[in-house]
């Protein structure tokens, strides 16, 4: 490719992307697996509409999603143990701990802890591919639901 070509897909790239951030500050993944007292589908609705309401948009957040388990898949890996999956990715830690003391989490967590009989949390930081962390000190985060 060459060196224009080059230089126009990096610009739609970097155009097309919701967040850039500084590698220094690695973004966090927060995913939460919950495992209802109650594993009906009306249930699972219910969570997932009070993470939509409650834990979506808050300062910091790069991407949200809240969903139900995807029966279909019945590998061996497939981890099946749960009912309601909530992914949040923060811009960085900082972020993450604002959220974690935000009122509206914590209402969230009052309002809704007597449907669920477990919780997983699993955080992570995120790490960019090599070529792209080596091309630029920035990095850009693909779609979904994002603040700015």
């Not at 973004?27 to 109650?38: M, N």
């Not at 388990?69 to 061996?76: N, T, Y």
């Not at 509206?104 to 009052?110: G, Y």
Request: some cysteine; overall charge negative; proline content about 4%.
């Amino acid at each position: 490719m060459s060196n224009s070509g080059t230089m126009i897909l990096a610009l739609i790239v970097l155009t097309a992307s919701p967040v850039v951030t500084d590698a220094a500050d690695p973004q966090l993944a927060h995913a939460v697996y919950f495992t209802l007292k109650d594993r009906t589908a009306e249930s699972r609705q219910q969570l997932v509409e009070g993470c939509q309401e409650l834990l979506s948009g808050h300062p910091g957040t790069v991407y949200f999603a809240a969903g139900v388990l995807a029966e279909e898949f019945e590998r061996d890996v497939n981890d099946r143990d749960f009912d309601v999956a909530l992914l949040i990715v923060f811009r960085d830690k900082a972020a993450h701990d604002v959220y974690q003391t935000s009122p509206r989490h914590q209402k969230f967590i009052e309002q809704y802890k007597d449907l669920w009989q477990t919780v997983r949390v699993f955080d992570s930081y995120q790490q960019p591919l090599a070529e792209e962390s080596a091309a630029s000190p920035k990095r850009a985060v693909g779609a979904g639901r994002t603040n700015r």
